[in-house]
């Protein structure tokens, strides 16, 4: 669990059942070469940022159980390379 790099670029964030709180942070689009973000299993609250649609490289998305809200950005289409989400356990509608 954590971060994984590949030489400067951080490619993978995993950090399900951490704990965390807060919103997710619109900054996590700057990390451009991230292929999985796995925060499943936290308390982060608030909207699904749509600048997530940044992150071209992205194929796997795990925000499960947690307490978000709102809707699902349509940008989140624009991301060809995910194969894997998942978004149970929040309060999207």
């Known amino acids: 669990e954590g ?30 070469s ?10 982060i609250s608030g909207t699904l940022p749509s600048e997530l649609s940044k992150l071209a490289k992205l194929s796997t998305l795990h925000l499960g159980s947690n307490v978000m809200v709102g809707t699902l950005p349509s940008e989140l289409g624009q ?8 978004l149970y356990g929040n309060k999207f509608t």
């Open 3 to 32: 971060l994984r790099c590949e030489g400067d670029d951080v490619v993978e964030i995993v950090l399900d059942m951490n704990r965390l709180q807060g919103t997710l942070p619109t900054e996590i689009a700057s990390f451009t």
């Open 34 to 43: 991230l292929k999985i973000l796995r925060m499943g299993s936290n308390s």
């Open 79 to 86: 991301l060809s390379l995910l194969t894997t989400l998942y």
